[in-house]
């Protein structure tokens, strides 16, 4: 767990540096999100124990509020569209490629929307396009017609598989 943190306290470093350098650099990584993944849901300072931290009632309070608040958060981001038709029978076919879908992948999250004369169906939180890239590699073969799409997503977990 130590190597954990100095691990975390390394990367926050590294990018602190980097950001020195080109915005481009950091646009598009999934190293903040790998790194931090061993501390869902811990506080830090629960996990160093010979530190001892000094702090009033408000921050903590204030902390455990911006904790609690990002769940509910919605951000822009990236899913994958595995269903996109406006056949007569589009409404049957999106139902039936979202079920195969959450057979196939029952953790990640599937959404089935209408937009006008469109059925849709659309997998995937994903902070950034190479970790939807992950996901389209993997499911290509059971939805040809899948694609990248941008769109404001739910607040995605730190631990995700993808």
Excluded: C, W
Aim: glycine letters at 6%.
């Amino acid at each position: 767990m130590r190597r954990a943190i100095v691990m975390s306290i390394a990367a926050i470093l590294f990018l602190g540096f980097s950001l020195r350098g080109s915005a481009q650099d950091l646009r598009d990584t999934t190293m903040a999100a790998a790194l931090d993944s061993t501390l869902v849901g811990k506080s830090i300072f629960n996990l160093l124990p010979n530190v001892t931290v000094h702090q009033s009632q408000g921050i903590l309070s204030s902390m455990n509020k911006q904790i609690a608040s990002n769940s509910s958060r919605k951000m822009t981001g990236y899913r994958v569209r595995i269903f996109n038709d406006n056949k007569q029978n589009s409404r049957g076919a999106s139902e039936a490629a979202m079920a195969r879908f959450k057979g196939m992948y029952p953790g990640v999250a599937a959404y089935r929307t209408y937009s006008n004369p469109f059925f849709k169906v659309t997998v995937g939180d994903f902070r950034t396009k190479s970790e939807a890239m992950r996901l389209l590699q993997q499911v290509k073969g059971s939805f040809p017609s899948s694609f990248i799409v941008k769109e404001t997503i739910n607040y995605p977990p730190v631990n995700s598989n993808f």
